[in-house]
């Protein structure tokens, strides 16, 4: 199972967790980390004498960043705020994102090792999936999905708009001028309603609980389409309102890549979703998701989101093991190939 989804799913951290976890691990890894900037440090000392060791760092670092396929520069405009990365440099201010309230008290040097940074490996990992859909017609991050991020704030465990920067990555590097979000997490997706409010080449779909956070009426104005579904919405009602939505999207809008955001918090059982879908119901889900891109000739993304019970990630696993039973997803498609072109 491994082997055969390597090449195209982005393995991230599947989820936060608890925060609180990685402050109490800090502890242990900062030997490691501080053994890990000495040999960088040695090692950007010896490759030029004609200038410092923090520029030539700093050097290596940004011609490393240059050089790859992966990264390139974005106008300020078009991600974070450099207000809102400055407010991350304050451990109240990432306590209040991850509504974790003794994070306010751990050096903010630890929160950003040990709690941002892996927010940053999965928004990597998103950003990636997108460039690989686009040369072959699918990928699945194991992880992002922070919709409740915007270019100018986070919350509700979001502390970077993954999904935002995933789009303005493939409009600028892949050529593209139409995106679809397909959100199916339990929660209304705000930050990227606030953040592509007013562009006309991203057409959002979601499709959430009104009753639980974030309550943003605001960013609800944003959506395209709205579908709500009520606290204790059952599977077979879910999955036709599900059917009845794709069928009018595939009609409004023609995109050259779908994002889907996949959230398992709609499960039964789920504290935060407070929706009755079966295990069942998510895999039929994300099954009619791929069918409606694929059938389409459309590459898609699926990022995993929300989900807070433990038996999310086994649903996950199924889930993905029936797409590639279906079909819908295979690393030798010629579906994919031809999306490289």
């Not at 030539?56 to 011609?63: M, Q, V």
């Not at 199916?184 to 606030?194: F, I, P, T, V």
């Not at 999207?249 to 890549?257: C, K, N, T, V």
Request: some cysteine.
């Amino acid at each position: 199972m491994k082997n055969q989804f390597r090449p195209i799913i982005v393995e991230s951290t599947r989820k936060l967790g608890k925060p609180i976890l990685y402050v109490l691990l800090a502890f242990v890894t900062v030997k490691v980390s501080n053994s890990l900037y000495r040999y960088l440090h040695n090692h950007s000392m010896s490759s030029s004498s004609s200038t410092s060791s923090a520029t030539d760092a700093e050097t290596l670092r940004r011609n490393r960043i240059l050089s790859s396929k992966l990264y390139f520069d974005v106008p300020p405009s078009k991600v974070h705020t450099e207000s809102y990365l400055d407010s991350l440099k304050s451990s109240l201010k990432v306590a209040t994102i991850m509504e974790v309230p003794p994070v306010a008290l751990v050096p903010n040097f630890l929160v950003q090792k040990n709690v941002l940074y892996r927010f940053r490996k999965q928004v990597g990992g998103t950003i990636l999936a997108g460039k690989l859909a686009r040369e072959r017609g699918w990928a699945i991050n194991i992880g992002g999905g922070f919709h409740h991020c915007s270019s100018n704030n986070g919350g509700g465990f979001c502390a970077y708009a993954d999904i935002s920067l995933c789009i303005h990555y493939t409009f600028v590097k892949s050529n593209i001028s139409r995106v679809m979000i397909i959100d199916l997490d339990a929660h209304q997706g705000n930050g990227h309603e606030k953040d592509f409010s007013n562009d006309g080449r991203v057409y959002i779909l979601d499709m959430y609980n009104p009753g639980i956070y974030p309550f943003d009426y605001e960013a609800r104005r944003y959506i395209d389409q709205k579908v709500e579904v009520m606290t204790g919405t059952t599977t077979d009602e879910y999955l036709n309102k599900l059917d009845d939505a794709l069928e009018v999207a595939g009609r409004m809008f023609d995109p050259e890549l779908v994002i889907y955001n996949a959230g398992t918090d709609i499960l039964d059982g789920d504290p935060l979703g407070r929706l009755k879908i079966s295990p069942e119901g998510i895999a039929n889900r994300d099954e009619k998701v791929f069918r409606f891109a694929r059938s389409r000739n459309i590459p898609v993304v699926m990022l995993t989101s929300g989900g807070y019970m433990k038996s999310s990630a086994r649903v996950i696993a199924d889930s993905i093991a029936n797409l590639s039973r279906k079909g819908l997803i295979d690393t030798g498609s010629s579906q994919g190939r031809s999306k490289s072109n």
